[in-house]
């Protein structure tokens, strides 16, 4: 049986938007493995400027199913869509249009690196080859809007009342980043981690971003900071300008602190939200994970 999308009630794009238009479309979108059927028959459309949740158990094909959308793997049968390009047969342009915040074994930071040698490694190979630096403004800016974005988040979690996560939950942690970015990644936290992956892959402003298995994290509140991060930077995207909408693409098991999220911020955020469930494997295919 194909998996088919369920847009929620909330629909708050940007006024001015045409959510008709989306952001990504998929029809009959399907992938075949030597071992069989990794995902089939998904129709799915994201308008521009919301959240896709992509749940699926380990081995449903999440991974492989953000990848293609990505124009990083290519796919068995089907139509799909990003904007007005064609996935399938444009998969350089698309590349160049999806940017990746995690997908673990491809978007792994360095621990020997600094903060700051990673947003100038990223800055530099978004500018012409005849710039091979980036100015310490430029390197401040992205560092302080990682920072303020993950401060924010923490802030807004933090502020829910006591018992809505259990006593295992990580407690706050200040975020390690000085305003040059000394820091090494290895000193930070997975949740900085994630901001930081995230802030990279936003660097280029482009139209859609993809998170795998943001189940990675595994305290209940960060999961949570991290959906309101993501909530807060794409709000701060549509602020700064109504016609650069910035589409996510998450995948997980469980999008329960999405829920918690969105309460929290309210107002603040009032995203369109899209749901994919993807079915389990037979069990022959549960041990590969996708």
């Not at 990794?38 to 308008?47: G, K, Q, R, Y």
């Not at 360095?110 to 403004?137: C, G, N």
């Amino acid at each position: 049986m194909g998996a088919m999308a369920m847009e929620s009630t909330t629909n708050t794009l940007a006024e001015g938007t045409d959510i008709d238009a989306p952001a990504v479309a998929l029809h009959g979108w399907s992938l075949s493995g030597k071992q069989g059927d990794v995902f089939t028959d998904i129709d799915l459309e994201v308008p521009t400027g919301a959240i896709a949740v992509v749940r699926g158990p380990a081995g449903s094909g999440k991974t492989s199913l953000l990848l293609s959308l990505a124009g990083r793997m290519r796919v068995s049968d089907g139509e799909g869509r990003l904007g007005d390009i064609d996935i399938r047969k444009q998969a350089r342009t698309v590349r160049g249009q999806v940017a990746v915040g995690h997908i673990g074994g491809l978007t792994d930071l360095e621990d020997d690196f600094t903060v700051a040698q990673h947003v100038a490694e990223r800055q530099i190979m978004l500018q012409p080859w005849y710039k091979p630096w980036a100015s310490k403004s430029t390197l401040r800016e992205v560092i302080g809007l990682i920072r303020d974005t993950f401060t924010t988040a923490t802030e807004i979690i933090d502020e829910l009342p006591p018992g809505t996560f259990s006593k295992q939950d990580a407690q706050r942690a200040d975020f390690l980043i000085d305003d040059d970015g000394e820091v090494f990644v290895s000193e930070l936290s997975e949740l900085q981690k994630f901001f930081l992956e995230f802030g990279l892959a936003s660097l280029s402003r482009p139209p859609v971003v993809v998170i795998d298995n943001i189940d990675y994290l595994r305290e209940s509140a960060d999961r949570a900071r991290a959906w309101a991060g993501i909530l807060i930077y794409q709000q701060l995207r549509r602020s700064r300008d109504p016609e650069d909408l910035l589409t996510v693409i998450v995948s997980c098991e469980d999008s329960s602190e999405l829920d918690i999220a969105t309460r929290s911020l309210g107002s603040r955020a009032e995203p369109s939200i899209v749901e994919l469930e993807l079915p389990p494997h037979p069990p022959a295919h549960r041990g590969s994970k996708h």
